[in-house]
C-alpha cells in the first residue's frame, strides 16, 4: 500500500538517519528527529478523521514505522508504540477525545498499559498512584495511558482483578529523569512515570478487556473497520514492525558496509561465498517476517471488514505469527552482524546500534513466546485455553 505519509518518510529519510546518534546520546528523541516525524504526520495515521487524523489501514502504520525504523530504531519504536494511541483514544470518551486533541491535533500521547497503579473508585471516578517503566517517547507527549487495578476501599487490588486504562494530562503524573539507562533503543527514553495521587474522572478510563475483545466501537457510535479491531492485534503491530524495520536497516548498512570490504586474509567480501549466502538467507528471513507480519493485520482486517467475528483462535494465530517473525527478523541480524568483522563494533558503525536496538526491541514482553505459542497450540487442538493463557491474545 502507498500513503502520503509513507511517501514523506521515504522522501525524509536521510535526515531521519541522520538524527539517531544524537538521540541514542541524549537518551530520547532529538528535537530534529521528533520535527521530522510531526512533519510526515506518522502520529496521526491511527487518529480518527474526525480529530485531524488519517484513520488509515493498520498495514500502512506497519509499513510506515518500518521506514522510520529502517533509518532510526529508537525514531521506529516511539511511531510504533506511539502511534497506536491515537488509535485507543479514537475508542475513548468523546469528551476526552476534545479534551486531548482539541486545541493541538498533533498532541502525541505516551503509555505504558502494565497495571503498575491502583485506582481506587471515589465519587466520579478514581484515585490513581503507582509506579510504571517503559513510558517510551514521554518526553514528547502531554497525555498518558497507564494500566491500573481496580481498587478496593482500602486501595488493594480488588478481587476477582479487573484492569483499567486510565488517562492522565501531563500536569498529574511526574516523568522519573535517569530510569532509562540502556544498551539498545537508547534513544527511546522509555523512562518511569510516578503517579502519588491523582483524581481521573470516569469518563477518561476504560476496562481493558471492552478493547481486548474490541467491542468498543459500538460504545462511542465508531464504524470504521480500523477501530472495530482488538487491542491485542493492534498494540503488537506497531512495536513488530519496529523490530522488523530495525532489521531491515541492519541489513541495509551491513550490505553498505561489505560492499567494499576486504577481509584480514585478503579476501573480498564480493568474493566469499559464505557470506554471500548468510547475506541472501537473512535477507529472505527478514523478508519472511515483514510478510507474516503485514499478512496477519491485513487478514484480520479483512475479516472485521466483512462483518465476520475475530475469534479468540484467530488473535492467538496472529499473536503467535507475529512473535515469530520478530524473533527471525532478529536471529537474522545475528547471522549478518556475526560475519560484519571487528570493524563491525565500532560506535561509529551504525550496524552495531541496529544490533543493540534489534536486541532490546524483542525483550519487550508481547515478543515472549511462551503462552502466547501455548494458547496457540491449544486452541489449534479444539480445547479452550484457561484464563491465565490467555493473557495478551
Given at each position: 500500500m502507498t500513503h502520503k505519509v509513507l511517501e514523506?518518510?521515504?522522501a525524509l529519510g536521510d535526515r531521519l538517519?541522520?538524527?539517531a546518534a544524537d538521540s541514542e546520546a541524549l537518551g530520547r528523541l532529538s528535537d530534529d528527529s521528533v520535527a521530522l516525524i510531526r512533519e510526515?504526520?506518522?502520529?496521526?495515521?491511527?487518529?480518527?478523521t474526525d480529530f485531524g487524523g488519517y484513520a488509515a489501514h493498520p498495514r500502512v502504520f506497519a509499513e510506515t514505522v518500518m521506514a522510520v525504523a529502517q533509518r532510526c530504531g529508537s525514531t521506529g519504536w516511539v511511531c510504533g508504540v506511539g502511534g497506536v494511541h491515537p488509535w485507543e483514544m479514537g475508542l475513548m470518551d468523546r469528551r476526552l477525545q476534545q479534551e486531548v486533541w482539541g486545541e493541538n491535533p498533533d498532541t502525541w500521547i505516551a503509555s505504558p498499559y502494565a497495571a503498575q497503579g491502583i485506582a481506587t473508585p471515589v465519587d466520579g471516578g478514581y484515585r490513581l498512584r503507582g509506579r510504571w517503566s517503559f513510558s517510551s517517547g514521554t518526553d514528547h507527549c502531554d497525555w498518558i495511558f497507564?494500566?491500573?487495578?481496580?481498587g478496593d476501599a482500602d486501595g488493594h487490588p480488588a478481587e476477582p482483578r479487573t484492569t483499567l486504562h486510565v488517562v492522565l494530562p501531563r500536569a498529574d503524573y511526574d516523568i522519573v529523569e535517569d530510569?532509562?539507562?540502556?544498551?539498545?533503543?537508547?534513544?527511546?527514553?522509555?523512562?518511569?512515570?510516578?503517579?502519588?495521587?491523582?483524581f481521573v474522572p470516569a469518563y477518561r478510563s476504560v476496562d481493558a478487556q471492552d478493547m481486548t475483545e474490541g467491542t468498543r466501537a459500538s460504545v462511542v457510535s465508531r464504524?470504521?473497520?480500523?477501530?472495530r479491531l482488538p487491542f491485542w492485534a493492534m498494540f503488537p503491530l506497531g512495536i513488530t514492525a519496529a523490530v522488523i524495520g530495525i532489521a531491515e536497516g541492519a541489513l541495509a548498512v551491513h550490505l553498505a558496509y561489505q560492499r567494499d570490504r576486504t577481509t584480514m586474509t585478503g579476501v573480498?567480501?564480493?568474493?566469499?561465498p559464505y557470506t554471500l549466502s548468510a547475506i541472501s538467507e537473512a535477507a529472505a528471513e527478514i523478508a519472511a517476517s515483514r510478510a507474516q507480519l503485514l499478512d496477519g493485520i491485513e487478514r484480520l482486517y479483512e475479516l472485521t471488514d466483512t462483518g465476520m467475528t475475530v475469534t479468540f483462535a484467530d488473535r492467538a494465530v496472529t499473536r503467535r505469527n507475529q512473535i515469530r517473525c520478530a524473533w527471525r527478523a532478529v536471529?537474522?541480524?545475528?547471522e549478518i552482524f556475526a560475519r560484519s568483522g571487528g570493524n563491525a563494533v565500532r560506535r561509529s558503525n551504525p550496524v552495531q546500534r541496529f544490533w543493540r536496538d534489534a536486541h532490546t526491541g524483542l525483550q519487550h514482553a508481547i515478543h515472549t513466546p511462551g503462552l502466547i505459542y501455548h494458547a496457540t497450540a491449544l486452541t489449534s487442538m479444539g480445547i479452550e485455553p484457561q484464563p491465565r493463557q490467555r493473557i495478551m491474545i
Open positions: 514523506q518518510v521515504e538517519a541522520a538524527t510526515a504526520g506518522v502520529m496521526r495515521l491511527l487518529q480518527p497507564l494500566g491500573a487495578t481496580l530510569t532509562w539507562d540502556v544498551i539498545g533503543l537508547c534513544g527511546t527514553g522509555s523512562k518511569d512515570i510516578l503517579v502519588q495521587d491523582a464504524d470504521e473497520t480500523l477501530y573480498r567480501i564480493t568474493e566469499d536471529a537474522a541480524v545475528d
